[in-house]
């Protein structure tokens, strides 16, 4: 006879289940959700996904669902963080909640405020970020794009948290980008600093036949923020998907991205930036599938860690059979400025087919102390040099970005997290 000893909640995952239970949310998805979680706990180590994320270890306790803040609130906290894209059509949501102010849409994108439904629940602890969302999301929106359209303007999904300490905040959407249409999309989350919160998200991005969208993810969460969030793509024949991704915010950041690469003649280009100061967490982890013949990936990220920061890139490119002709190429390549911060790199291939090529690699390195001294040599402080050869480093694939006044804003957060942590 064996005995089985009970697993004991962390504060955490007992902080968790008693936030659900007093919420009221309802409905079959939240209640098997919830009980998938109580099943698994939260992930450790022990789960491959999350070697260098223990989430048992790194969300505490004492966590409530947010309340809808009021109008006013919602709009002078959005008022502290100007546009990213400044002629965007903005959809806004506060503390979880959606707030319709309005503004026109672009031509060719309609928008549906109903909360998207979910994936099936995954009873397996490597699913706790999706099943954490099911169980605690109660505002998104899905946004669709009609087949042939120009959209002349970017669609925000502007998510801001105002300043609710211990509150738990969860959103879902859904982006369906029609046949051989051509679109931006840019989703900003950002919070105030010193406030403990749980940020929630998932979004699911389709791809329909011949369409081409441009995705930036700029997480610009409070210092003192957890932030569990997901992005699911799916890339139709002929579909052409370049994003960015610029991580400068949070205490706990763990962004899962999945790619499935459906159609033939796809082309998916990666790339970001990853600034971890503090004693930040910061994990991207990745997932490229290629189901599809004559296809092609690129995935590239750049970070920066100092101070007491531990970042991970978990990058996982899977070739399967029938994708013959593949293209992948991966590469992480990271910047370590004090003798306190971490960074660990996974870069995996998985190839089933056998004419591919595929390339993935990682870099891990100190400034050039030649560059330094050239610098300083020439009368720039130690202190600017860094910034000068930091910004130098992250710039390239910034730069990347065909809109000037993107770059430009970019750049200034980029800057603003130098003065704090360089």
């Not at 991966?330 to 996974?346: E, Q, V």
């Amino acid at each position: 006879m064996t005995a089985h000893t009970p697993r004991i909640l962390t504060d955490g995952e007992t902080s968790l289940f008693e936030a659900f239970e007093s919420s009221g949310l309802t409905g079959d998805d939240r209640n098997a959700a919830i009980a998938a979680l109580k099943e698994t706990g939260f992930p450790t180590r022990r789960v491959e996904a999350y070697h260098y994320t223990d989430l048992r270890a790194l969300l505490k306790g004492g966590y409530s669902v947010a309340e809808k803040p009021s109008e006013e609130l919602a709009k002078t906290v959005g008022a502290k963080f100007p546009r990213l894209v400044k002629d965007a059509c903005v959809l806004h949501f506060r503390d979880g909640h959606y707030f319709d102010w309005g503004e026109e849409l672009p031509s060719g994108v309609s928008v549906d405020a109903e909360l998207p439904v979910a994936k099936a629940v995954e009873n397996n602890a490597a699913n706790a970020t999706a099943n954490i969302n099911m169980a605690f999301a109660n505002a998104g929106v899905t946004v669709d794009i009609a087949d042939g359209a120009n959209v002349d303007r970017t669609v925000g999904l502007a998510y801001a948290h105002t300043g609710t300490d211990k509150s738990i905040a969860a959103t879902r959407f859904a982006v369906n980008a029609g046949a051989g249409s051509t679109s931006n999309i840019a989703y900003r989350a950002v919070g105030l600093d010193g406030v403990d919160y749980l940020s929630s998200s998932v979004v699911d991005l389709d791809l329909a036949e011949g369409s081409t969208v441009t995705y930036l993810l700029s997480i610009e969460e409070g210092d003192a923020a957890h932030r569990l969030a997901q992005l699911n793509v799916k890339l139709g024949k002929g579909s052409t998907l370049n994003l960015f991704i610029l991580n400068v915010g949070g205490k706990l950041v763990r962004q899962e991205i999945n790619f499935d690469v459906e159609g033939e003649d796809v082309n998916l280009n990666i790339s970001g930036v990853n600034l971890i100061g503090g004693e930040a967490h910061i994990d991207v982890t990745s997932r490229i599938t290629h189901h599809a013949p004559n296809t092609n990936s690129t995935e590239i990220f750049r970070n920066v860690a100092t101070g007491r920061g531990r970042g991970v890139f978990q990058g996982q490119i899977n070739v399967r059979q029938p994708a013959q002709l593949t293209d992948a190429r991966m590469a992480c390549n990271t910047l370590l400025l004090s003798d306190d911060c971490d960074f660990s790199a996974k870069p995996e291939l998985e190839i089933f087919a056998d004419d591919v090529q595929c390339a993935h690699g990682a870099t891990v390195t100190d400034l050039e102390s030649s560059y330094m001294f050239y610098l300083m040599a020439r009368g720039i402080s130690e202190t600017r040099a860094r910034r000068m050869l930091i910004k130098a480093f992250v710039a390239e694939i910034v730069e990347e970005l065909e809109d000037e006044d993107l770059v430009e804003a970019l750049e200034a957060r980029i800057d603003v997290w130098m003065e704090r942590h360089v």
